[in-house]
């Protein structure tokens, strides 16, 4: 069975770091990639920030450039979003998800972890 476990969301202050955690198992993801989505409320799920497992590329938002970075433990299949600088729009619940290279984000085979809230005050 495919988990995706989040850990790391919390309460931070304007301009403070939150660093997410996601620990995947129940199969191989070689050729997978993996990323973080994020929904705040009212709005549409969005694309933070992907890895390829397959050949290690990552790809982050325009919009979170320079303060988002995404890393991964190659042995481990753990995922990790180091979020900087944060801003109330910051504020959304955070999605790991797996999808197969090539699929979208929201093809029916997605793997999807539970979320976890990221709340940033101003």
């Known amino acids: 069975q495919v988990q995706l476990v989040e850990s790391g969301g919390g309460l931070v202050q304007t301009g403070g770091s939150l660093r997410l955690s996601c620990a995947a198992s129940?199969?191989?993801?070689?050729?997978?990639?993996m990323g973080w989505l994020r929904q705040a409320p009212g709005k549409e799920r969005e694309f933070v920030a992907q890895?390829?497992?397959?050949?290690?590329?990552?790809d982050v938002a325009d919009s979170l450039k320079g303060r988002f970075t995404i890393s991964r433990d190659n042995g481990h299949y753990t995922l990790y979003l180091q979020m900087n600088s944060l801003k109330p729009e910051d504020t959304a619940v955070y999605y790991c998800?797996?999808?197969?290279?090539?699929?979208?984000?929201?093809?029916?085979?997605?793997?999807w972890g539970q979320g976890t809230q990221v709340t940033v005050s101003s």
């Open positions: 998800a797996a999808k197969s290279v090539g699929s979208t984000w929201l093809a029916r085979d997605t793997y």
């Open positions: 129940g199969r191989t993801f070689s050729n997978y990639v």
């Open positions: 890895t390829s497992w397959r050949d290690g590329s990552t």
